[in-house]
């Protein structure tokens, strides 16, 4: 067995690292699923996304607030022109828009995780990932832009919200397989 860390640009709370097992025997007694589980272990493992995805909507929910947050006690310190920069129509206009994100993200959240506690939900998880990551990039994205330069910085957490709102589209399925391979195949699959 050996492996490695990877570096990352974000998430800097959750560790990447690549494991390799080579010729690594497994006893009959520790085997994934005991005997009716052998060659199983892909199947076990795509049933624990549905989980993992909704899990990650959240946490896109929780970086779009922390952004939001953010950007909008920015907008009221920052004076630019003799007034704060809340006050000029095109900042109301994008913190409108990330609050209202914000929160559609979180109602979609909590009605997923309601379906998944009652055994449904499996279609609308990857849906709701698919969505609230995306989200979660744009609103990450408008509260650098109301920074303004400040917001590329690394003193300033929108910097680090940013980059950690960019690779939660890609944990769980990236964006475009769970759209093409999971939404879209088992949408065609319910008209048929």
């Given at each position: 067995?050996?492996?490695?860390?990877?570096?990352?640009?974000?998430?800097?709370?959750?560790?990447?690292?690549?494991?390799?097992?080579?010729?690594?025997?497994?006893?009959?007694?520790?085997?994934?699923?005991?005997?009716?589980?052998?060659?199983?272990?892909?199947?076990?493992?795509?049933?624990?996304?549905?989980?993992?995805?909704?899990?990650?909507?959240?946490?896109?929910?929780?970086v779009?607030?922390?952004?939001?947050?953010?950007?909008?006690?920015?907008?009221?310190?920052?004076?630019?022109?003799?007034?704060?920069?809340?006050?000029?129509?095109?900042?109301?206009?994008?913190?409108?828009?990330?609050?209202?994100?914000?929160?559609?993200?979180?109602?979609?959240?909590?009605?997923v995780?309601?379906?998944?506690?009652?055994?449904?939900?499996?279609?609308e998880?990857?849906?709701?990932?698919?969505?609230?990551?995306?989200?979660?990039?744009?609103?990450?994205?408008?509260?650098?832009?109301?920074?303004?330069?400040?917001?590329?910085?690394?003193?300033?957490?929108?910097?680090?919200?940013?980059?950690?709102?960019?690779?939660?589209?890609?944990?769980?399925?990236?964006?475009?397989?769970?759209?093409?391979?999971?939404?879209?195949?088992?949408?065609?699959?319910?008209?048929?």
């Open positions: 067995m050996e492996g490695r860390a990877i570096d990352t640009i974000g998430y800097r709370g959750m560790h990447s690292y690549e494991i390799a097992f080579d010729n690594w025997f497994v006893s009959e007694a520790n085997q994934v699923g005991g005997e009716q589980g052998l060659g199983k272990g892909f199947y076990y493992q795509m049933a624990g996304f549905e989980n993992g995805r909704l899990q990650t909507a959240a946490r896109a929910v929780g779009m607030q922390a952004a939001y947050e953010d950007a909008h006690q920015y907008a009221l310190d920052r004076v630019v022109f003799g007034q704060p920069i809340a006050e000029y129509q095109l900042t109301q206009a994008k913190l409108g828009r990330m609050v209202v994100l914000t929160q559609a993200a979180r109602q979609f959240s909590y009605e995780a309601k379906l998944m506690a009652n055994g449904g939900g499996i279609l998880a990857s849906m709701v990932k698919a969505y609230v990551c995306k989200a979660a990039e744009w609103v990450s994205r408008e509260a650098m832009q109301i920074h303004g330069g400040f917001g590329y910085a690394e003193e300033y957490n929108v910097s680090r919200y940013f980059v950690d709102a960019r690779v939660l589209s890609i944990f769980e399925g990236a964006d475009e397989t769970l759209c093409l391979k999971v939404i879209a195949r088992r949408m065609l699959d319910a008209v048929k």
